[in-house]
C-alpha cells in the first residue's frame, strides 16, 4: 500500500452505531431534562411542604381549602394543556419548553407574598396556565429520539427525576423552612423564594442547549444522525400497516398519518387517559398529604418532630421508589413491555394505599406507604412507553396531551376530594379507599386493553434490543 493512503476503515456495524446514539441520547439531553422536572414537580409540590410548616396557619387554611389550592393547579394546566403541546409540535421543543420554565418560575416568585386563601388559589391557577404542556412536551420530546424499543429505558431515566424531587426536595424544602426570618420573611416563604429561581435559570439555558431533532445534533456523528432518523422515519411509516394488520377500525388507522381528529376519537386513548387518570390520583394524593399525614403523626402517635425530621421522613418512600423504578423499566426494556408491568404495580398500590393507616406505628405506616410510592412510580415510565407505539406526528403530540390531561384532572380531584372527605370523617381512611379503588380501575382498565392487544405492548417481547443484539 502507498504510504500516502490512509488505512482502511473498519466498517461501523448497525449494533455499534445504535449504542452509540443511544448512549449519547442517555448522556446528553436526559439528565437536563430530567433535572428541568425536577425543578417542575419541586414547583409544583412545595405548597405541600409549606403548608404544615407556617403556610397553613398563616393563612387560616382548612384541609378542603388546602386541598382546593393544591388542586386549582390542574384547572389552570388544563386549560392550556393540548394548545400548548401542539405549540411544541409546531414550533419545536427548545423554544416552547424554555418558555414554559421562564413563565413557571416567574409566578412561583411571587408565591413568596401571597396574603390570603383567595390570592394562594390565584396563584396556584396561574402556575398551571404557566406550565401547561411542559410534561407531555418533555415525554413527545424525548419520544421522538429514540425508535420505541428504548423508549422505556429513556422514560424510565427521564422519570428518576419525579421521586428523587422528594428524596432531595424534601430535606432542602425543611433547610430553607428553618431560615425563618431571611429578609424578614417566614420560613415557607424563604422556601418559595428559593425554590424558584432555578426554573428561570434553567429555562434560558434550555433555549440553548436543547435540540429539536437528530438531524441537528452536532454531537451525533454522521452515521448515528443516519440511523436515527432512518429508524423513527421506518417506524412511524410502519405504524399505519400494524394498525391495519390488528383488525382496529379504520378510523384509528389516521393515527399514523397525524391526524388530530383521530387521536381524540381513539378507544384506546381514552382507555389510557382513565388508566394514567388512576395512577395520578394516587400521585398527587400522596405528595399534596403525605406531609400534613406525617404531621398528624405527632397527635396520633404522642411523637415529636422537628421540621427536618419531618422532610426526612417524608422523603423516604420515595428512595425506593426511585430504585424500583430503575430497575423495574430495565427488566421491562430487556424482557419486552408487557401489560403486567403496568398492571401489576396498579394493583399492589391499589391494595396497599387503604392498609396504611391501620399501621399501629409510624414506622409501618411510612414503611406501607413506601410499597405503594414504589408501585405507581414503577408503572408510570412503562406506561407513557404506549402511546408513542401507535401514535405519531400531530396525533403524538395531541394524544399525549389528551392522556395527560387526565392525569392534571386527577391531579385536581385527589387533591380536592381528599382534603374534603378528611373534614368530613374526620380522618384519612376513606380519601385513601378511594385511591386505592382508582388504582384497582386502572389494573383492571390495563388488562383488558392488553388482551385485546390495544396496547402494542405484545410485540414488545419480539423486539431487538441492546440485550439481545
Known amino acids: 500500500m502507498p504510504a500516502s493512503a490512509a488505512p482502511p476503515v473498519a466498517p461501523v456495524t448497525r449494533s455499534g452505531v445504535e449504542k452509540s446514539a443511544i448512549r449519547k441520547v442517555s448522556t446528553r439531553l436526559v439528565p437536563f431534562v430530567a433535572l428541568m422536572f425536577f ?23 382548612t384541609a378542603a381549602q388546602f386541598g382546593f389550592a393544591s388542586g386549582i393547579f390542574f384547572l389552570g394546566y388544563i386549560v392550556l394543556e393540548v394548545p400548548s403541546n401542539m405549540a411544541l409540535h409546531r414550533f419545536g421543543a427548545r423554544r416552547w419548553l424554555a418558555r414554559i420554565m421562564v413563565t413557571w418560575g416567574v ?3 411571587l408565591f413568596t407574598w401571597v396574603n390570603s386563601s383567595t390570592e394562594l388559589y390565584a396563584l396556584r391557577f396561574l402556575l398551571g396556565v404557566a406550565e401547561a404542556g411542559f410534561f407531555p412536551g418533555a ?3 424525548l419520544s421522538q429520539w429514540v425508535p420505541s424499543r428504548h423508549r422505556t429505558k429513556i422514560l424510565g431515566l427521564f422519570y428518576l427525576a419525579q421521586p428523587l424531587t422528594t428524596v432531595f426536595g424534601a430535606p432542602l424544602a425543611g433547610w430553607l423552612i428553618g431560615h425563618h426570618g431571611l429578609f424578614g420573611l417566614e420560613g415557607w416563604r424563604v422556601m418559595f423564594l428559593f425554590v424558584s429561581v432555578p426554573a428561570i435559570l434553567l429555562g434560558v439555558v434550555a433555549w440553548f442547549y436543547l435540540i429539536d431533532r437528530p438531524a441537528d445534533a452536532k454531537w451525533l456523528t454522521p452515521e448515528e444522525k443516519t440511523w436515527l432518523t432512518g429508524e423513527l422515519a421506518a417506524e412511524n411509516a410502519q405504524k399505519t400497516g400494524h394498525e ?8 384509528e388507522g389516521k393515527h399514523a398519518k397525524g391526524d388530530l381528529k383521530a387521536a381524540f376519537t381513539n378507544g384506546r386513548v381514552w382507555t389510557l387517559a382513565v388508566v394514567y387518570f388512576g395512577f395520578i390520583y394516587g400521585l398527587y394524593a400522596l405528595a399534596f398529604f403525605l406531609p400534613t399525614i406525617i404531621n398528624g403523626f405527632q397527635d396520633q402517635y404522642g411523637t415529636t418532630f422537628s421540621v427536618m425530621d419531618k422532610a426526612w421522613i417524608t422523603a423516604i418512600p420515595y428512595l425506593p421508589a426511585a430504585i424500583v423504578l430503575y430497575f423495574w423499566t430495565r427488566h421491562a426494556t430487556r424482557r419486552g413491555t408487557r401489560t403486567w408491568h403496568i398492571a401489576g ?18 414506622t409501618a405506616t411510612v414503611a ?9 412510580f414503577a408503572a408510570l415510565p412503562v406506561f407513557w412507553s404506549v402511546p408513542s407505539r401507535f401514535l405519531t406526528g400531530a396525533a403524538a403530540a395531541a394524544g399525549i396531551a389528551l392522556i395527560n390531561t387526565a392525569g392534571n384532572i386527577a391531579g385536581f380531584a385527589s387533591s380536592y376530594i381528599t382534603g374534603w372527605l378528611k373534614d368530613l370523617s374526620g380522618a384519612y381512611y376513606l380519601p385513601l379507599y378511594l385511591v386505592g379503588f382508582f388504582m384497582l380501575l386502572s389494573a383492571a382498565l390495563m388488562i383488558r386493553l392488553g388482551a385485546r392487544g390495544g396496547t402494542g405492548t405484545r410485540q414488545a417481547a419480539h ?7
Do not use: K, Q, W
Not at 244 to 251: D, F, L, N, P, V
Not at 351 to 358: D, F, G, H, M, T
Open 463 to 469: 423486539e431487538p434490543t441492546e440485550a439481545t443484539r
Open 107 to 109: 409566578v412561583s416568585l
Open 244 to 251: 391495519s394488520e390488528s383488525g382496529h377500525e379504520s378510523s
Open 368 to 376: 406501607v406507604i413506601t410499597v405503594t410510592a414504589c408501585a405507581i
Open 39 to 61: 425543578v417542575n414537580y419541586l414547583d409544583r409540590t412545595a405548597v405541600s411542604f409549606a403548608e404544615p410548616n407556617g403556610m397553613g396557619h398563616d393563612l387560616a387554611l
Open 345 to 362: 404495580p396498579a394493583i399492589v398500590g391499589g391494595v396497599s394505599i387503604p392498609l396504611a393507616l391501620y399501621m399501629g406505628s409510624p
Open 139 to 141: 415525554i413527545l420530546f
